[in-house]
T-cell receptor, first 108, second 115 residues
Framework: LAKTTQPISMDSYEGQEVNITCSHN???????ITWYQQFPSQGPRFIIQ???TKVTNEVASLFIPADRKSSTLSLPRVSLSDTAVYYCLVAWGGKLIFGQGTELSVKP | DTGVSQDPRHKITKRGQNVTFRCDPI?????LYWYRQTLGQGPEFLTYFQNEAQLEKSRLLSDRFSAERPKGSFSTLEIQRTEQGDSAMYLCASSLGDRANQPQHFGDGTRLSIL
């Protein structure tokens, strides 16, 4: 069973900021929160990972509150090419468990 | 870019036939994972290797499935006596380190279609 819950789909427009929230109520003390992006007919691509507070890289930010029971992936100023499925996962020493992901559709 | 490569990209076969897929990970990566993905679902874990040792197998991996990583480099996934339900995308990923939370680099998969 997936250890995370996220919306099935989201719509946005070019240039907007998109925030995708993931719930992980049973996150373990050592679990990290990781996000992947997947385009059709391609393998998932690592986006960002964090343990607590805020992490930012060149493509996204990840916000994690103190209780770590949820996290939010923030994509600034999305473009049409950001249309993809986004997966939130938690993992430490074991295997990755993917849920259904969030299908993001960016419209012009 | 010497990322993870998988071969073949597509495989069509008749039910009952055996198929074998190959995965070449990023050269210095010690961990190698196999996943299966069906339409509209996220990837499902099948098995993983740390170097040449197969450390975990999912219960999804029936007796008809076998995976090897003989020298800790490339890996093969074989499915014997294929069934309709085996139709899926088979993904391989590799990572450096000994924890699942290390970023995994995925190949673009082998799409298997069973006639």
């Amino acid at each position: 069973l997936a250890k995370t819950t996220q919306p099935i789909s989201m719509d946005s427009y070019e240039g907007q900021e998109v925030n995708i929230t993931c719930s992980h109520n049973n996150i373990a003390t050592n679990d990290y929160i990781t996000w992947y992006q997947q385009f059709p007919s391609q393998g998932p691509r690592f986006i960002i990972q964090g343990y607590k507070t805020k992490v930012t890289n060149e493509v996204a930010s990840l916000f994690i509150p103190a209780d770590r029971k949820s996290s939010t992936l923030s994509l600034p100023r999305v473009s049409l090419s950001d249309t993809a499925v986004y997966y939130c996962l938690v993992a430490w020493g074991g295997k990755l468990i993917f849920g259904q992901g969030t299908e993001l559709s960016v419209k012009p | 870019d010497t990322g993870v490569s998988q071969d073949p990209r597509h495989k069509i076969t008749k039910r009952g036939q055996n198929v074998t897929f190959r995965c070449d990970p990023i050269s210095e990566h010690n961990r190698l994972y196999w996943y299966r993905q069906t339409l509209g679902q996220g990837p499902e874990f099948l098995t993983y290797f740390q170097n040449e040792a197969q450390l975990e197998k999912s219960r999804l991996l029936s007796d008809r499935f076998s995976a090897e990583r003989p020298k800790g480099s490339f890996s093969t996934l074989e499915i014997q006596r294929t069934e309709q339900g085996d139709s899926a995308m088979y993904l391989c990923a590799s990572s450096l380190g000994d924890r699942a939370n290390q970023p995994q680099h995925f190949g673009d998969g082998t799409r298997l279609s069973i006639l």
